[in-house]
């Protein structure tokens, strides 16, 4: 019987391990905290999903019908523990229990076609068929390099929680995604002066049109992705105003909200409210740091009490060999609408890619992809069936993790037909080499 594994336990993990049981395997679950929710548990205390209720749930199980548009953080937290109470994944996981190592099992073949060795922190040494690795990307923070030293108190918005952490009354969010707003909003609520580092141009999304949330606006959904996008720049600039309406606001160099090349999209109006109300103000890119006063690349420097850092984080996976990992941009290169890592069969990264708009429902679709795979390998039996080889022949490597839904969506569907058309390419590659 082969079994697999599955690393974490937060909404990725979750679904991976429901998937997995649905379909008929054998499969343990190691999550190294006391809970299921992974980040949810941690996460500052002002966040609500910026997604719709309705569309940000798991697959047949939706959100109860009470909670609000845009749930909170302990709602959220409160749904996925729900939601593997209810399928019985208390009495599968093992907590407090951490993956040290995954190692690929020794072969003459394709590295991890034999499959892989999992060493457990309490030192135990498993062999599975395949790992899912969902060990989340939220996790390990990461704050750039800036010249100079600042003196005063310093936080990641990982860590963070809410305004009693601060010290002072002068605070600067670096970062302008939507944490970094969110962060600088909870900051202008709380009766502070914010200062928030844009340095590029960014389209501004309100969380909802017409009353209801904006991916809920039924005669939207008739139009084109394409159209779509053209008709919420619309709706914002009747409703919000452009770039140019708000002080220190740079302009965006990308033309679609769908554009990550040149800028981003950041569903929040927040901020908007709170520039106009002068809690909060714009400034550019910071030059350095000396003592408490910050410098800024357009000349001016002002003395701030607190950094806030809203600067992202590092995709890591530190149970693997790095010397394993294929990256660009600091991000494992994948196949597959992100789950295949280069170079690595019957490995699965579920939650890597984070295609925009309602990320739990992405978890689940990912793992039957995933499943679809080991299906193959199974039937082929020994080796396994070369997916990462066949891939990789067939599909560009991808590093995006924030990534455009329909491109993502792109990916799935075609990764799904390479897999229908797999046995009949092996066929025909098998009868390549018998006439060779």
Known sequence: MTRYCVIGAGAAGISALEQLRKAGYEVD???????????????????????????????????PADYPHFPRRDQVRAYIESYARTHGHYDIIRFNTAVASVVPIPTDGAVGSAGWTVTLDTGEVIDYDGVLVANGHLWDQNIPTVPGTFTGKQIHSGSYRNTSEIDGTRVLVVGAGNSGCDLAVDVAQ???EADIVIRKGIYFQPKTYFGVPRQQVGFLGQFSADEQDFAYRLLARVSIGEWH??????????????????????????LLYWIHHGRIRVVPAIERFDGDTVHFTDGASRAYDTVLWATGFR?????????????????????AGGIVPAGLEKLYLIGMSAPRGPQ?????????????????????????????????????????????????????????????????????????????
Not at 41 to 48: K, M, P, R, S
Not at 245 to 270: A, C, F, Q, W
Not at 365 to 375: C, D, E, H, P
Request: hydrophobic share 40%; charged share 25%; aromatic share 8%.
């Open 29 to 63: 679950c190691y999550e190294k905290t006391d809970r299921v929710g992974g980040h949810w548990h941690t996460d500052y205390d002002a966040l609500h999903l910026i997604t719709a209720r309705d569309m940000t749930h798991f697959e047949d199980f939706p959100m």
């Open 190 to 192: 709380n009766r502070l």
């Open 245 to 270: 309406n708000y002080p220190g606001m740079p302009e965006p160099k990308h033309r679609t909200l769908s554009d990550g090349l040149g800028g981003g999209t950041i569903v929040n109006d927040l």
């Open 315 to 335: 995709p890591s996976l530190p149970f693997i060999d790095e010397s394993l990992i294929r990256r660009r941009r600091g991000a494992p290169l994948r196949y």
């Open 360 to 436: 739990i429902p992405v978890y689940g679709v990912q793992t039957k992809l995933a499943i679809r795979m080991i299906a193959l390998h199974e039937a082929v039996g020994g080796p396994g069936a070369g997916i990462e080889a066949y891939l990789a022949a067939l599909q560009e490597a991808d590093d995006r993790i924030d990534i455009v839904r329909a491109v993502w969506e792109d990916q799935m569907a075609d990764t799904a037909r390479l897999l229908d058309a797999y046995p009949q390419a092996r066929r025909l590659a098998a009868a390549e080499k018998a006439t060779a």
